[in-house]
């Protein structure tokens, strides 16, 4: 009766062997215990040394080549320092003398004007190769390793020395131009010419953005193209309705990076100018400037005063295209 009872209400004896209650409770006696931080283990402890150990020489760099010097100048910007006598506080005079300094907004000039017409030229010719290269060549990775070398050279001293030497008098350029009759001196030594030479080195290193645009046309779906083919657009209207927009954060990306790198350029205009930015100061970049005043006339107050200026324009100008790319910069989640 007992077990037709049970069996029929669905109940079982508190005693019988197996019962839930005796489960629940040999459970809550000694079944697992309560969560908590658990106590890391010998292993665990010694993977966290081992890593810590492998991150020492990036923590030494970070905070020796780069905090510690950022740091350091920004001290210096406020002091009168030669680098060979002890820093002397001035307070903001190494900032109110810029306002009066001509050579320091003929840098200014000069380095806005190669950042305004050299990064624009440069992400043209790279999205026009990248598309060219975005049609199926055959020997593809040979054509792209070919055209991304300029890009690890352009920044050396051998290619400026090289580029001097193309736009000198008797250069390359000039021998070409001869052919159609035209005849010019060195462009390095005509102040109207001579920073679009260092325009078209920049240009020339078009290798960087050209893969990352390669990289950002290859993942645009083929299905859109198709589409737009069987409603009629041309090649003209589906590279302006389909790929611009779809590349338009890829092209932020560029426009950012070599924006900075062109802000900070200075090896090419050190090297052509023979580092005095001439002729006329045509070619005295912002950062060869910096360079004159630290390590030419031991003015380093002054030079660390201008370098975080530097460092401040990069950042407004990055934010302001961050603040504009919200209105031109499409996402495929928006």
């Known amino acids: 009766m007992t077990l037709?009872?049970?069996?029929?209400?669905?109940?079982?004896?508190?005693?019988?062997?197996?019962?839930?209650?005796?489960?629940?409770?040999?459970?809550?006696?000694?079944?697992k215990p309560?969560?908590?931080?658990?106590?890391?283990?010998?292993?665990?402890?010694?993977?966290?040394?081992?890593?810590?150990?492998?991150?020492?020489?990036?923590?030494?760099?970070?905070?020796?080549?780069?905090?510690?010097?950022?740091?350091?100048?920004?001290?210096?910007?406020?002091?009168?320092?030669?680098?060979?006598?002890?820093?002397?506080?001035?307070?903001?005079?190494?900032?109110?003398?810029?306002?009066?300094?001509e050579r320091f907004w003929a840098a200014v000039r000069v380095t806005l004007v190669y950042v305004l017409v050299s990064v624009p030229l440069q992400l043209g010719f790279a999205l026009f190769l990248a598309v060219v290269l975005d049609k199926g060549l055959r020997g593809l990775?040979?054509?792209?390793?070919?055209?991304?070398?300029?890009s690890l050279l352009g920044g050396s001293v051998a290619i400026a020395i090289l580029w001097r030497q193309i736009f000198g008098e008797?250069?390359?350029v000039n021998h070409v131009l001869g052919w159609f009759g035209i005849e010019l001196g060195s462009w390095l030594q005509d102040p109207s010419l001579a920073l679009s030479t260092l325009v078209v080195l920049n240009v020339?290193?078009?290798?960087?953005?050209?893969?990352?645009?390669?990289?950002?046309?290859?993942?645009?779906?083929?299905?859109?193209?198709?589409?737009?083919?069987?409603?009629?657009?041309?090649?003209?209207?589906?590279?302006?309705?389909?790929?611009?927009?779809?590349?338009?954060?890829?092209i932020f990306l560029n426009l950012i990076l070599q924006m900075i790198s062109a802000f900070q350029a200075f090896t090419q205009a050190h090297v052509v100018s023979g580092g005095s930015g001439g002729p006329l100061d045509s070619t005295l970049f912002y950062t060869l400037?910096?360079?004159q005043r630290g390590f030419v006339n031991f003015d380093m107050g002054y030079a660390s005063a201008m370098a975080w200026v530097l460092l401040l324009v990069?950042?407004?100008?990055?934010?302001?295209?961050?603040?504009?790319?919200?209105?031109?910069?499409?996402?495929?989640?928006?």
């Open 4 to 31: 037709t009872s049970s069996k029929d209400t669905g109940r079982r004896d508190p005693g019988a062997t197996g019962a839930p209650g005796a489960a629940g409770s040999s459970g809550a006696a000694g079944g």
């Open 34 to 101: 309560p969560r908590g931080r658990t106590k890391p283990s010998g292993g665990t402890r010694g993977q966290g040394l081992v890593a810590h150990i492998f991150l020492l020489p990036w923590m030494i760099g970070m905070v020796g080549v780069t905090a510690g010097p950022l740091v350091a100048s920004l001290v210096l910007a406020f002091t009168d320092y030669d680098l060979l006598s002890t820093p002397q506080f001035i307070g903001l005079d190494n900032f109110v003398r810029m306002a009066g300094d």
């Open 141 to 150: 990775s040979l054509y792209r390793s070919a055209f991304y070398l300029p």
């Open 170 to 172: 008797n250069g390359l």
């Open 204 to 250: 020339w290193t078009f290798g960087s953005p050209m893969v990352i645009f390669l990289a950002g046309l290859r993942q645009i779906p083929e299905e859109l193209y198709e589409a737009s083919m069987i409603d009629g657009a041309g090649r003209v209207r589906r590279f302006w309705s389909i790929t611009i927009p779809l590349l338009t954060p890829i």
């Open 289 to 291: 400037y910096i360079y």
């Open 314 to 334: 990069i950042a407004a100008a990055t934010a302001a295209n961050f603040i504009v790319s919200r209105r031109w910069v499409y996402y495929g989640d928006e």
